[in-house]
DNA sequence: TTTAGCACTCACCCGAAGAGAGTGCTAATA
DNA sequence: TATTAGCACTCTCTTCGGGTGAGTGCTAAA
């Protein structure tokens, strides 16, 4: 596509985007001339709005409104004509102290996270726990429940902690399991998931006569609690009534509802942010982008967040698609960077 | 209160009370005549309803509008006025099919069981996992994570499964860890925790030089473990967007935000579900009743749910006030009934 | 005690009128 | 040639008044 936007065109659209983020109603040319710093008459705005239109970047919501910017709008907004402010300290403070209190567990991180996100953003914040296949395995323990039940407890060197119960054909005695568990812990420690499936693999492909029957055991038990189903990603959506104070979606409970089912299901929330995690840093997703129906009055500002050196997961705020994009994306931004420091056990 | 309520009347409020419940709208003087076995003339049933008014069974939203019931009247309704039915084969069914897939963490139940009461219901599914405190405790197992911090993990004899993650002033190697895991399992599995509780303030209040250093290691751990910070309670809730299908929730958007924050908050939900808790079987709650401001135009109705023969939790339906008690009450009893089984392992 | 009749009350649903915001076009201006 | 002023026009939104209808309470008759 052809650049071709001056920058005086640039200017105006800014400026009608922001009077829209800030407003929530169309934007007409007076508005934009009166605006500080705009030395232009509305006549000539007009022409350029007109301009504007054509090119895709706005679009009126009947004759005789003023103008809205459309997903592209938005899209050249972001990408070419904002500049990521530095968070103010009052914000940057709140989200330090959000982790003061030391907390450990990682599924309370991310609630705590979400709940935070939404809270500054006054949108919905959502974290998203990754897949356990990237993440490096720690730990395992078996412990027996009721008859032909095990419950295998996973720990990954992040410290997520993954329980699954499984279902067995023969009964194992509690000693059983835990040479086995010793076995598993040697012979996996430290590995991913996806390496560990790999080797499980390779070890039950060799000749069967070689093993020693604990050894099958024990290729039986993490065959299902390695292999079998997949252990499901976790996402945390906090402040999910934000969405209700926003203007145009109490206007339109349609919308509304349509926005809340997205929510429920969440699958569709994950295909996004597993999209979001292919690449690491900030991620913008604007409308009709996500390619998902429900949400094309939406957005999505989200960042990865990393333990150690790995991508773990992904965090991000979710609104109406006129948010303040500057301010979330450093609120974005900053609380990755606090959350993968707390992840890699670094002092706050 | 006298109980001068005489037949017809009770006729009469039951019919409004069920117009109302189809229609969600104010119930008028002709519209209980012409229905179906009802021979009186409106003149007579507006003298009746002025009588229910008086007494305070029905209210009217203003003048020159029909009836709608107040709190009262749906109390007397569900109290004195209806029959459970049994429960439409194609609903048993349906909720016996949720749960063939044999389900065997609790957790997995518990969310699967609100998302289908939901769906059956088309109301809010909401299930309580109670309190860790009144449970029995069979295993405790620890995982060393890094350095001075312990992961504990609780399996209750019912299979609920609780993680914790502990921080020690001192390293414990994992061979002292499963010592100390040995003894805590002999010593405790079989109590509930309360017992354990008492148990442990018990042996430490014991001559302190008694003490080998191992036993002080194991004191101090299980105190973390098991005092320190309640296990809170979990609470799944299901189908909240249905309440957003609710004709008088759409009308009114403040107030369906007022509910779905008392949704995001929880901690008054679980509030109200203790209550029902305290005593088995089926606990319905009107409106005001549940002395939570935000939620007094829902009601809300539960059933323990059990474990063998003590009481585990608590699940239900919630909508609004103007619900189909009959059936809502049928399907909220009868699922009680399958959660109960699956969770005491009996083939279902 | 029940019922028919009747005047009265409100909420709700138009439709018309008017205001206001904004546009596009044309012609004048720098 | 680019910009601007002027102007007619469009379209939404609000307001307001009248009409409609459902429902009531009261009174008097059955």
Do not use: W
């Not at 012979?187 to 390779?202: A, P, Q, S, V």
């Not at 252990?231 to 906090?238: A, L, Q, R, S």
């Not at 942010?273 to 500002?301: F, M, N, P, T, Y």
């Amino acid at each position: 596509m052809v650049h071709d936007i001056d920058e005086r065109s640039q200017f105006i659209l800014k400026a009608i985007v922001q009077s829209y983020i800030m407003n929530v109603e169309p934007v007409g040319s007076r508005t934009v001339s009166k605006m500080y710093g705009v030395e232009i008459s509305p006549a000539t705005i007009r022409n350029v709005m007109s301009d504007l239109e054509e090119m895709g970047y706005l679009e009126q919501p009947h004759t005789s409104a003023g103008r809205i910017p459309t997903d592209k709008g938005y899209r050249f907004y972001v990408d070419s004509l904002i500049d990521i402010p530095i968070l103010a300290k009052a914000e940057s403070d709140r989200i330090n102290k959000n982790y003061e209190s030391k907390l450990t567990e990682i599924e309370k991180v991310m609630e705590s996270t979400s709940r935070l996100l939404s809270y500054i953003s006054r949108q919905a914040g959502i974290v998203l726990l990754p897949r356990f296949t990237t993440i490096t395995f720690r730990h395992i323990s078996f412990i027996k429940m009721r008859d032909n039940q095990v419950l295998a407890i996973f720990v990954s060197e992040s410290g997520v902690v993954q329980n699954k119960v499984i279902r067995l054909e023969e009964d194992l005695r509690q000693e059983e399991l835990d040479t086995i568990t010793a076995y598993l812990n040697s012979e996996f420690g430290g590995l991913t998931l996806k390496m560990i499936r790999e080797r499980i693999i390779e070890i039950m492909a060799n000749d069967k006569r070689e093993y020693d029957n604990l050894l099958r055991k024990a290729m039986d038990l993490s065959q299902k609690a390695f292999l079998e189903g997949s252990i499901e990603e976790d996402i945390y959506v906090g402040g999910t009534t934000n969405i209700l104070e926003q203007p145009e979606f109490i206007a339109d409970v349609e919308k509304m509802k349509t926005i809340f089912k997205a929510f429920e299901e969440k699958a569709k929330l994950i295909k996004i942010l597993d999209k979001c995690l292919e690449e690491e840093g900030i991620h913008i997703v604007i409308g009709a982008e996500s390619e998902i129906q429900e949400i094309r009055d939406c957005s999505l500002v989200t960042h990865t967040y990393k333990h150690g050196d790995s991508v773990l997961g992904v965090l991000g705020i979710f609104g109406p698609k006129r948010m303040e994009y500057p301010r979330i994306i450093a609120i974005v931004d900053y609380t990755a960077g606090i959350v993968s420091k707390i992840l890699s056990g670094e002092p706050s």
